[in-house]
């Protein structure tokens, strides 16, 4: 089987981030409409904190992680279906395709507020109510409840944007002492691992 390859663009790379953008733009309209209680976090909210530092340093991701409280979900899902997207639960995961034949990474992924995604985490995630509004209308994770989210999903991809936030001076060692204890030593493995021993 060969793989079929679309012409070299960087047009073609531009129009990838701008539909991530149009996206998230689109379902947070959607949840606005409703007054429903969300905070943009993931990939994107990590984009934009590193933006308010250094645009070049922004990382892209193609999904749209949206912290919702439980409770809402019927509102929130008839407010996205609303609006074009499609509902499916896959692999223990909320998460609404753009479209009939949209794909998964692609989607609106919903995290819920106040509940572990694994048994035994360090903390439960924080509530959409940490949150600020962002330029563009739509509510992101303060600073806080996003570090507090990557630290305790601390997956490859979180640590990578917990080492970028660390590096351009979004948090530093002051920080020890503002994130939940359970989460400090996380945070510390990420600063100075020397220091655990």
Do not use: C
């Not at 790379?13 to 606005?32: H, P």
């Not at 409703?34 to 990382?59: C, E, H, K, L, S």
């Not at 080492?163 to 939940?180: A, H, K, N, P």
Request: aromatic share 6%; charged share 25%.
């Amino acid at each position: 089987m060969s793989l079929e390859l679309l012409p070299l663009s960087f047009g073609t790379a531009m129009e990838a981030i701008e539909l991530v953008r149009a996206r998230l733009l689109r379902a947070t309209a959607a949840l606005n409409a409703i007054q429903a209680n969300y905070a943009v976090a993931g990939g994107n909210a990590v984009a934009v904190w590193v933006a308010r530092v250094d645009r070049t340093a922004i990382p892209f991701t193609q999904d749209v992680d949206i912290l919702v409280r439980r409770s809402e979900f019927d509102q929130i899902r008839a407010a996205l279906e609303s609006a074009g997207f499609v509902y499916r639960h896959l692999r223990g995961i909320d998460v609404f395709l753009d479209g009939p034949n949209g794909r998964p990474r692609n989607g609106i992924h919903l995290i819920y507020a106040n509940e572990q995604v694994r048994p035994g985490e360090p903390a439960p995630n924080p509530d959409p109510s940490d949150s600020e509004r962002a330029d563009e209308d739509f509510r992101i994770l303060s600073l806080d409840a996003l570090v507090q989210i990557k630290l305790t999903a601390l997956r490859e991809k979180d640590v990578d944007h917990l080492q970028l936030m660390l590096e351009l001076g979004l948090i530093d060692r002051t920080w020890l002492d503002r994130v939940l204890p359970s989460l400090r030593d996380r945070l510390l493995q990420i600063i100075d691992p020397s220091e655990l021993g």
